[in-house]
T-cell receptor
Framework: AQRVTQPEKLLSVFKGAPVELKCNYS??????LFWYVQYSRQRLQLLLR??SRESIKGFTADLNKGETSFHLKKPFAQEEDSAMYYC???????????FGQGTTLQVKP | DGGITQSPKYLFRKEGQNVTLSCEQN?????MYWYRQDPGQGLRLIYY???????QKGDIAEGYSVSREKKESFPLTVTSAQKNPTAFYLC??????????FGDGTRLSIL
């Protein structure tokens, strides 16, 4: 079965601390994975896609096929990073997204 | 900004009533999607459409209906058969091989 798991509902860190939001997936074939972010009172927006291999707002994510993971990392968290983060994968060629349950990141001053 | 417009922002439904949520996009995207967002459950796919006049059920289609008569429009009707309609509804669209773009969402509540 295709599934995305984000084990942490809430991750709370202090400003300047490293952040790692965990994402594990189950998918037969080559997955295409994304991180979406939803800031307070804003629409859900794309943060990263694994095929781009880029860093957005200091965040990076590496696809680890051996561990079936796509963890999101940032070396120094900022208060403005506080938001809901969703990991998702595309199912087949329909473009359907399968989302994880989401992790709320809270960065304290 | 444009892109994807969902309306209304807030909607209230009475018992036994059908309500329709609007989703319009000016991005010329072929594919459109409806998701439901509940706390602690992430987003779940209700319906999707890859082309005009065609649509498919998602994971939680029961109690919902859609139409796709125009490329830019993909309205979602929450019928009285949906027993737990209170949620945040998100519409998205996508160009082929590109990530999905989302609207601002509609929050539906029961009166």
């Amino acid at each position: 079965a295709q599934r995305v798991t984000q084990p942490e509902k809430l991750l709370s860190v202090f400003k300047g601390a490293p952040v790692e939001l965990k994402c594990n997936y189950s998918y037969s074939g080559s997955p295409e994975l994304f991180w979406y972010v939803q800031y307070s009172r804003q629409r859900l927006q794309l943060l990263l896609r694994h095929i781009s291999r880029e860093s957005i707002k200091g965040f990076t994510a590496d696809l680890n096929k051996g561990e079936t993971s796509f963890h999101l990392k940032k070396p120094f968290a900022q208060e403005e990073d506080s938001a809901m983060y969703y990991c998702a994968l595309i199912s087949g060629n329909t473009g359907k997204l399968i989302f994880g349950q989401g992790t709320t990141l809270q960065v304290k001053p | 900004d444009g892109g994807i417009t969902q309306s209304p922002k807030y909607l209230f439904r009475k018992e036994g009533q059908n309500v329709t949520l609007s989703c319009e996009q000016n991005l010329n995207h072929d594919a459109m999607y409806w998701y439901r967002q509940d706390p602690g459950q992430g987003l779940r796919l209700i319906y999707y459409s890859q082309i005009v006049n065609d649509f498919q059920k998602g994971d939680i289609a029961e109690g919902y209906s859609v139409s796709r008569e125009k490329k830019e429009s993909f309205p979602l009707t929450v019928t009285s058969a949906q027993k737990n309609p209170t949620a945040f509804y998100l519409c998205a669209s996508r160009d082929r091989h590109q990530p999905q773009h989302f609207g601002d969402g509609t929050r539906l509540s029961i009166l």
